[in-house]
């Protein structure tokens, strides 16, 4: 078994991009256009109005942040090119399959508000990255 360790340059540029990780949550009204954060904060019943393309478009643009982001810590915690060009393309069929999800359950006339918030969690939050750094450990390590 190999073992692997993280130099300090590289702790350091994780820890940074977890800070970064940490301000798009923190900054996520200002940054995004997204009606639903309301919506699921105070659990209100009837949808609100929203603007589908601008919906899409704050979707994406977070989940490309935190995409980039989750790309940098994979790269800073194994330094493998692999693990970096799967996971975009993991990331990139996760984003089309869930926003698809996401906008034919938004769209119905009534849509299942628990579906709608944990697909739109997966879209906004960067939970692939907590799934993907213990596979990716236990795959290069352990195995």
């Given amino acids: 078994m190999k073992k692997h360790k993280i130099n300090i340059a590289s702790a ?9 990780l940490v301000c798009v949550r923190l900054f996520q009204e200002r940054l995004f256009y997204d009606p639903l954060l309301d919506y699921f ?9 929203y603007n589908s ?4 478009v704050g979707l994406l ?9 989750s790309l ?4 800073f915690c194994f330094k ?26 938004l769209a119905t006339d009534s849509p299942a508000n628990m579906l709608l918030f944990y697909i739109r969690r997966f879209l906004i ?13 236990y795959q ?4």
Avoid: C, E, M
Wanted: charged letters at 15%; hydrophobic letters at 65%; a positive charge.
């Fill in 61 to 69: 643009f977070r989940y490309l942040l935190n995409t980039i982001i």
């Fill in 12 to 20: 350091l540029a994780i820890a940074v991009l977890l800070v970064l």
């Fill in 72 to 75: 940098g810590i994979l790269w």
């Fill in 80 to 105: 493998d090119k692999s693990i970096v060009k799967l996971t975009a393309g993991l990331y990139v069929v996760f984003f089309i399959v869930l926003a698809a999800i996401f906008f034919i359950a």
């Fill in 53 to 56: 393309v601008k919906l899409f």
């Fill in 140 to 143: 290069k390590h352990v195995k």
């Fill in 125 to 137: 939050q960067p939970l692939l990255l907590i799934l993907f750094v213990p596979a990716f450990y």
């Fill in 41 to 49: 904060r105070r659990s209100r019943i009837v949808l609100p109005q």
